[in-house]
């Protein structure tokens, strides 16, 4: 897929964009409510069934266009721009793959879009802070209940003095429920005097 492809695809008069970066009380931000303190949640498009953006995501997810990450996440930098924290984002994460998943796909297809965030905000980009250590099947296809009693304790951090007090943006392809992002967010605060906010591509509506 071309450059001139991915943009001719992701027209913004098609798009159904969210503007979630521009509503605090936002429906992505709800979904963590009395669970974690987060600063910012936000969503750059709506997810639906059988539309552009399912198109987009799976073109992203398992067909290998990585490009398709880069674009939107240059966009969606472009909006993040006006956004002001009494503490700024500092370092943007991926929401990891087991090594075995990332073996199998070959790739994890937030990267691109996470790259493009921090390069269009000029924050650090770290994927070895956060690791998922227990292999785990696609969340797609369970209940909720099963996702949430599936997906605690299995991500892990690695960190060092220096990442101490850092406001880290985890950044994820759809959100769903939000169990995958609480359960990474729960492993980042064990950091001394860290702070979560989330960025996704898409939020499931």
Known sequence: MSNEMVFCTICRHEMPLTYYHLDPKNEASKKFYGKIDMPHVSTFLYFNKRGIVQELIHNLKYKGHQEIGTVLGNWYAEDLKELQF????????????????????????????????????????????????????????????????????????????????????????????????????RALLKIPGATISVICIAIAH
């Open 86 to 185: 009494s503490k700024p984002f500092e370092v943007v994460i991926p929401v990891p793959l087991h090594k075995r998943k990332l073996k199998e796909r070959g790739y994890n297809q937030t990267v691109t879009f996470g790259k493009a965030i921090a390069e269009g905000l000029n924050l650090e980009y770290n994927d070895t802070i956060l690791y998922r250590k227990k292999y785990s099947k696609t969340q797609s296809k369970k209940n909720l209940l099963g996702r949430s009693e599936n997906i605690e304790n299995i991500f892990d951090i690695q960190f060092t003095e220096t990442d101490h007090n850092k406001h880290f943006v985890l950044v994820d392809d759809v959100l769903t429920t939000g169990a995958t992002l609480e359960a990474c967010s």
